[in-house]
């Protein structure tokens, strides 16, 4: 008993407790014939540890871990939907304080009701209604993704947010780990499971096709990702971007000359073609056009008026992971260079452009 308590961080008392209560018994016996911990007692313990962790009264997690009719797998998926929520909120809380400290910092009041947002609801709802501000289904994007998934009827769109380029007429199933996300489905669209790629709750072959849109860079391990959907479905459709063309920084304006922090967020992020080999996938371009109506960072490529304003940052990941100061200093250097007609200088030709080819791309397998 000592030696499992040495290892899972807890004292002798604490596994009396649990086992006086019959939350882990342990069931196996020493060649002395004393009580010991069997690998299934040591499994169930971590789960009870790993609710603890969560803030769980003992009384919930009793009935949690004690649920006959779910097997661990399923569990653990719980679990680790709950420890993402967890995660997302701390998230969301670290964004909320970064921009009161801001405020602060250029001697703005901050009401009490602001204040106390950081902890709630309200602040929650706020910070994932910022998503829907701009990012929706862009139609020209959608026909490229509805090509690519041919005649498929059963769909799985993997890291699905709020449900874009979901296409109708299909048999959908969205998976989304974010409560702030799944929170903002419209009524009436497709199921939506709390799940991560990198670990698909589907048996093998389950789907006609799985797609995947301006999610990848956002998980942990993308390739582990790319073969669960691999594995679940006979189709693989995902948007992505090309980040192995040498000196992809350059290519657009906002990255090269105002935030080079974004190739920093990118570190580590698999090459399009590492990507595409892993699932035996070609590629196609994507292009980008002038009005896109999905707000993602690339977007505004001829709108750059766009980037000066919070709510259209605010739904691009990007400005949260290079940190506030980079962004202000980005946004205040291209205001000026706005002003100053010295962005026109250097980016009139975009003008004429319909489209841009920015490096977005589509894998198909
Ligand atoms: C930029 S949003 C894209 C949402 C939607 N596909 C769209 O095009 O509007 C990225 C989504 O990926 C989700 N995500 C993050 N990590 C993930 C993972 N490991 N597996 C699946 N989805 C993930 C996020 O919660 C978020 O909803």
């Known amino acids: 008993m000592g030696r499992v308590a040495e290892l899972a961080g807890v004292t002798v008392r604490t596994l009396h407790h649990y086992d006086a209560i019959g939350l882990v018994r342990p069931s196996a016996r020493t060649a002395k014939g004393y009580r010991a911990y069997s690998a299934e007692d040591v499994e169930r313990l971590r789960e009870v540890l790993a609710y603890r962790r969560l803030g769980l009264g003992l009384r919930e997690i009793a009935e949690l871990v004690g649920?006959?009719?779910t097997d661990v797998v399923a569990r653990l998926l719980q679990l680790r939907g709950l420890l993402l929520e967890r995660r997302d909120r701390a998230d969301a809380m670290v964004a909320a304080l970064d921009r009161e400290l801001e405020a602060r910092g250029r001697g703005l009041t901050v009401t009490p009701e602001e204040q106390l947002e950081v902890l709630g609801g309200r602040l929650y709802d706020a910070i994932g209604g910022a998503y829907t501000a701009t990012r929706r289904t862009e139609p020209r994007i959608a026909t490229q993704i509805l090509d690519a998934l041919g005649d498929a009827q059963t769909v799985l769109n993997v890291g699905a947010g709020t449900g874009n380029y979901e296409p109708a007429g299909r048999e959908v199933t969205a998976v989304e780990p974010s409560a702030v996300m799944r929170r903002q489905r419209p009524v009436g669209s497709a199921p939506c499971v709390a799940a991560v790629a990198e670990s698909l709750p589907f048996e093998d072959d389950s789907?006609?096709?799985?797609?995947a849109v301006s999610t990848v860079h956002h998980w942990a391990d993308p390739?582990?990702?790319?073969r669960e959907m691999r594995r679940v479905a006979r189709r693989v459709v995902v948007l992505t971007f090309d980040?192995?063309?040498?000196?992809?920084?350059d290519r657009f304006w906002l990255t090269r000359d105002y935030l080079p922090e974004f190739a920093g967020v990118l570190e580590g992020f698999p090459s399009l073609a590492g990507m595409a080999d892993a699932i035996d996938a070609r590629t196609e371009s994507v292009p980008i056009p002038w009005d896109c109506a999905d707000g993602l960072f690339e977007a505004y490529w001829r709108r750059p008026e766009a980037y000066l304003k919070e709510p259209v940052r605010r739904a691009m990941s990007v400005w949260t992971r290079v940190g506030p100061e980079a962004e202000q200093?980005?946004?205040r250097t291209l205001?000026?260079?706005?002003?100053?007609g010295r962005w026109t200088e250097r980016n009139g030709d975009l003008a004429d452009l319909d489209a841009a080819d920015l490096g977005l791309r589509l894998i198909v397998a």
């Open 243 to 249: 980040i192995d063309e040498p000196g992809w920084q």
């Open 207 to 211: 789907f006609d096709a799985a797609m």
């Open 335 to 340: 205001g000026e260079d706005l002003e100053s």
């Open 329 to 331: 200093r980005a946004v």
């Open 223 to 226: 390739m582990a990702g790319l």
């Open 67 to 69: 649920d006959a009719s």
